[in-house]
């Protein structure tokens, strides 16, 4: 009998890849108390009806769920789309998943604007792809004519975030069709198009048969743990992802709750309104603190420069963490140790957030250890 183990059949990459870090997650489940500002979040929970739609659904978990045509009739006229533009998914992850095993295999680049959503990136490499990172401009400005550069015959894939997370910024028309125009399969998450007032590029796809457009309904609309995603693209493209996709991999719950989120609009833009506003209170707060430089943004997030305080990232971090705030720095996402990322919550956090980061960048800070310990 052989002592071979089974990992020595796995595919070159996979078993070296570094797996999702989940611990800023598990550890803030595990601390309710504590203000969770560090994963762009909703603060706002669910509405009525989607609890109602949900809780009906629990009853009928003994069936398998549908397709999700009538939540894919409702996204698509949300978008401005047919309805064979629209694919749904276990979150956004699931579509830019199955749209990366489409498009990247052994050998195959993927161009990706940095720093953005790291997701772009580690897919790409578990998929034998080799990422091609084509860095902003010193103001964060989007680098078109470095894209356009970057594009190899070995380019099967260019991936776009807007608005842009981590810095917050969208980008233009004009500056995506340059970008089109190159003729590659081009990937835009618009995971946050709905916490601000960016352009949506979904409309776009009847025009460019090489343009992808992926959203979610777990930051605005507040679903985040339901896991509901979608992508818009041409139809022999969404076919062919269909394909490929896990059957059944959306909950019925998931579903219901989201097919009634959709159709309640007017709650979607009292969403908008109130993480726009409360957006715009934390910037121009920030703005008046010394030594720090947020950065204008149109999702649920500002970015902050921290560098000129003297302190790191983790220890801004882990200032804010021992007076019960959770952010985020920003080295995971390509960024120096000089960056952190704080979500738009509720009034009541993003007041006491700008008391606990005041005293963090100040020079005596605050009393380190009377919050939980840190992951």
């Given at each position: 009998m052989s002592n071979q183990g089974i990992e020595s059949f796995i595919r070159p990459g996979i078993a070296t890849a570094a797996p999702y870090d989940a611990k800023h997650h598990d550890f803030a489940w595990q601390h309710p108390e504590l203000d969770r500002l560090m994963s762009n979040e909703c603060p706002l929970p669910p509405t009525p009806s989607v609890l109602a739609a949900a809780h009906e659904a629990l009853s009928q978990t003994n069936l398998y769920p549908n397709s999700g045509q009538d939540l894919r009739e409702a996204l698509a006229e949300f978008c401005d789309?047919?309805?064979?533009?629209?694919?749904l998914g276990n979150g956004s992850t699931e579509v830019l998943d199955v749209a990366t095993r489409a498009l990247i295999g052994p050998g195959d680049e993927a161009v990706i604007s940095v720093p953005t959503y790291a997701f772009f990136e580690t897919q790409t490499r578990l998929h034998g792809g080799t990422p091609v990172l084509v860095p902003m401009l010193d103001d964060f400005q989007f680098d078109v004519t470095g894209i356009l550069a970057a594009i190899t015959p070995r380019t099967k894939?260019?991936?776009?975030?807007?608005?842009?997370?981590?810095?917050g910024n969208s980008w233009l028309p004009p500056q995506l069709e340059r970008v089109l125009a190159a003729g590659i399969p081009t990937i835009v998450d618009q995971a946050y198009l709905e916490c601000g007032q960016s352009p949506s590029f979904?409309?776009?796809?009847?025009?460019h048969r090489n343009l992808l457009v992926t959203r979610t309904m777990?930051?605005?609309f507040g679903l985040a743990a339901l896991r509901l995603g979608y992508m818009i693209g041409d139809p022999p493209i969404i076919d062919a992802?269909?394909?490929?996709?896990i059957p059944f991999s959306i909950s019925l719950i998931?579903?219901?709750?989201?097919?009634?989120?959709?159709r309640n609009l007017d709650e979607l833009e009292t969403r908008t309104a109130f993480i726009s506003a409360e957006r715009r209170r934390l910037f121009h707060a920030l703005l008046e603190m010394p030594n720090v430089h947020p950065f204008e943004?149109?999702?649920?997030?500002?970015?902050?420069d921290i560098?000129?305080?003297?302190?790191?990232a983790g220890e801004i971090v882990e200032l804010v963490r021992a007076e019960n705030v959770l952010v985020r720095a920003m080295t995971a996402h390509g960024l120096r140790d000089a960056y952190v990322r704080v979500t738009i919550g509720l009034p009541e956090q993003n007041d006491r957030f700008l008391a606990v980061f005041r005293r963090a960048i100040s020079t005596t800070g605050v009393v380190a250890g009377s919050g939980p310990a840190s992951p």
């Open positions: 789309v047919r309805m064979d533009n629209v694919i894939a260019i991936f776009l975030c807007s608005p842009n997370n981590p810095t979904a409309p776009m796809v009847l025009r777990s930051k605005a992802l269909h394909r490929l996709r998931a579903l219901r709750a989201g097919l009634a989120a959709v943004s149109e999702g649920n997030f500002i970015l902050v560098r000129r305080t003297g302190r790191t």
